[in-house]
């Protein structure tokens, strides 16, 4: 190896100087000499760049593609570098987020998730890998997710069965601010309005409930006529109705308050009211 290290040196001394390796003892099979070019190093070597600056001699067949193995096997300077698969995209395994990985070179090529397991969020994705979607929000009952992520409900509304819609039909506010109060919000039908215990619910009456001896409580009937009550078996049928005169209107036939009552109430257009069921 004797005239190698000469030849390198006379063809090198001049760019590197004290560099040149022939004065050196380390093995110039290891690559240790400098050189910008082929010829630089011999019969049988190559010149290598680095990955930063500079070259080196290496013998032919020494230096491979680089792999993923600890080694410099390009022998540019770097250790496992450059390796092409390394970025790509693969599949963890994982569920939700943490399903799309990249592959790295850590011991070998392995995928590592792109993303780790965090906080669930109402954002339609499986932030917390448990292959659930969005899984720990109530879209039927979050007023800050109503229905879906993100619509939150105004004030006065509270979210029914993924909808924002009057907050209370029992409270004689029109919480929303549209559509009338309790009962007379289209929002309030078939919702609790009265007495916790009563069975209350916004709907409308029907011919039974209304004038057959059953209370409207306090509901309209036939628009203005009930005043309470007036229709509650008591009084329709008792005195005032054997005379002549109910409400102020003549009651010998049907007709009370201008309006049907005890037969011909189902027939009505009646306003939303509270009633039992
Ligand atoms: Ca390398
Ligand atoms: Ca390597
Ligand atoms: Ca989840
Ligand atoms: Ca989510």
């Known amino acids: 190896m004797a005239s190698r290290g000469v030849v390198v040196a006379a063809a090198v001394g001049a760019l590197v100087g004290a560099v040149v390796g022939c004065k050196s003892s380390v093995d110039p099979d290891q690559g240790k000499f400098a050189c910008t070019a082929d010829g630089d190093c011999g019969d049988g070597f190559q010149c290598v760049p680095r990955f930063d600056k500079g070259a080196y001699c290496y013998k032919k067949g020494t230096c491979v593609a680089e792999t993923c193995n600890g080694l410099d096997d390009n ?42 397991p965090g906080p669930e969020l109402c954002n339609g994705r499986d932030d917390d890998c448990d292959g659930l979607t969005d899984e720990d929000f109530d879209f039927q009952t979050d007023s800050q997710h109503c229905g879906n992520c993100g619509t939150v409900c105004g004030t006065g509304n509270g979210c029914l069965a993924g909808t924002c819609r009057e907050a209370r039909c029992d409270d004689g506010v029109d919480n929303d601010n549209v ?6 919000d289209p929002a309030c039908l078939d919702r609790a309005c009265g007495p916790a215990d009563g069975g209350f619910r916004c709907g409308l009456a029907d011919a039974g409930q209304l004038d057959a001896g059953v209370p409207d409580a306090g509901a309209p009937d036939a628009g203005e006529g009930d005043a309470g009550g007036v229709d509650a078996g008591d009084v329709d049928a008792g005195a005032v109705d054997a005379g002549d005169l109910d409400a102020g209107a003549s009651d010998a036939g049907d007709a009370d308050g201008g309006a049907g009552d005890a037969g011909s109430d189902a027939g009505l257009q009646l306003p939303p009211g509270c009633f039992p069921r």
């Open 179 to 184: 559509g009338g109060a309790d009962c007379a």
């Open 75 to 116: 022998c540019n300077g770097a250790v496992d570098d450059n390796l092409p698969e390394v970025g790509t995209t693969c599949s963890t395994g994982l569920k939700g987020d943490c399903a799309m990985g990249a592959k790295v070179c850590d011991g070998g090529i392995v995928c590592v998730p792109l993303a780790l």
